[in-house]
């Protein structure tokens, strides 16, 4: 009797040599540029105008409390449909992951909040926007390798890490060097896709300066800073490398309950939100927002009776889709304008009514 092989269970032996991970490094001496090839150098374009830029590293930073998650979903959405942030050019639409690290559970009423007020319908957003509910942590470098891989493979063209906090467990939050780790990893993700990779972070108490080390002031590309109460929020861009800077941005949160028919078999107080939108300042006629005005002017100059469609009125108004959408809402609730079409293909006019409390005047 044969006795049994001990060996048997194990692989052949080969002489083919473990094949290892080789990271291939661009040597020093290759990546010289000439004076003349600075030329090729092209400075960052615009994602959201003069909020964010295509392929750079971005923070947001604000109290608790001062919504700037509600800033960042709206931006994002925005961004997703390639529909413009309010004032805000987008140029082209961009995936967008969005990393929920401090969890996912009201992402969905403040999402679809924001497009019922904005009049888009949410469907849109599909395989535009992805919600990651679980932080990825930038000083672990398993969780930074596959964010790569997850950024690229998806085509991100904006990666939103909120909070930056919850993303950076186990650093020294006022450590340069720790910070500095993160940094590079973040910036290992924005490489990998060729993405934004957009922080939002705490400031502290009672300043709209980031909390913990400046080396993220200093290594970021835009920073943005936001402070907000009342349900009125302003964003300053405090810096951006090579684009102009200081400017502010007002905003304000409108209370939204989001509909059942949206958000079937949810209680409404689930459902209520807050949708950030652009806080145009108030026009002497019937307390008109500016935008308000612009689409009656628009109605009320067009060059047909028949009645103007909502992308005549962006186009004519010079104002973004929600803006004009949101602006009809009001008019319509007025009494100043009313649907001379069909519910699937409306045509916007101007009324008696609203001529008399507009003091007859276009």
Request: with cysteine.
């Amino acid at each position: 009797m044969t006795a049994p092989d001990p060996y048997a269970d194990l692989p052949p032996i080969t002489d083919e040599p473990a094949r290892l991970s080789v990271v291939h490094r661009e040597p020093l001496r290759d990546r010289l540029l000439t004076v003349a090839q600075l030329a090729d150098i092209r400075p960052p374009t615009p994602l959201v105008d003069g909020l964010l830029y295509r392929n750079t590293l971005a923070q947001l930073s604000a109290t608790a409390g001062s919504y700037k998650t509600f800033a960042a979903i709206a931006m994002s959405c925005a961004l997703a449909l390639g529909e413009n942030f309010e004032s805000h050019r987008v140029p082209t639409a961009e995936k967008v992951v969005y990393v929920a690290a401090e969890g996912a559970s009201g992402l969905r009423a403040r999402i679809l909040g924001w497009c019922e007020l904005s009049g888009y319908d949410p469907e849109r957003l599909d395989e535009q926007l992805y919600i990651l509910p679980c932080p990825v942590q930038l000083g672990d470098i398993a969780d930074v390798s596959e964010a790569c891989d997850l950024a690229r493979d998806v085509g991100a063209g904006l990666v939103v890490l909120d909070t930056r906090a919850k993303c950076t467990l186990g650093l020294e939050e006022n450590s340069a060097t720790e910070q500095g780790r993160a940094i590079a990893a973040a910036e290992r993700i924005q490489e990998a896709a060729g993405c934004t990779v957009f922080a939002i972070h705490h400031a502290g108490r009672n300043s709209s300066s980031p909390r913990g080390s400046t080396a993220w002031d200093g290594g970021v590309w835009s920073d943005l800073r936001m402070e907000g109460a009342d349900l009125l929020a302003k964003v300053k861009c405090e810096k951006h490398k090579d684009a102009p800077s200081g400017c502010e941005h007002q905003f304000r949160m409108v209370p939204h309950t989001v509909s059942q028919h949206l958000m079937p078999g949810v209680g409404e107080t689930a459902r209520r939100t807050l949708v950030a939108v652009s806080n145009d300042s108030e026009t002497g006629a019937q307390n008109l927002t500016a935008s308000e005005t612009k689409v009656w002017d628009a109605l009320e100059t067009a060059p047909t009776a028949a009645g103007l469609s909502t992308s005549a009125l962006v186009e004519l108004s010079e104002t973004s889709r929600a803006s004009v959408f949101r602006a009809l809402k009001v008019l319509q609730d007025k009494g100043y304008v009313r649907n001379v079409g069909s519910e699937k293909r409306a045509l916007f006019i101007g009324t008696e009514l609203g001529r008399q409390q507009m003091g007859g005047q276009p």
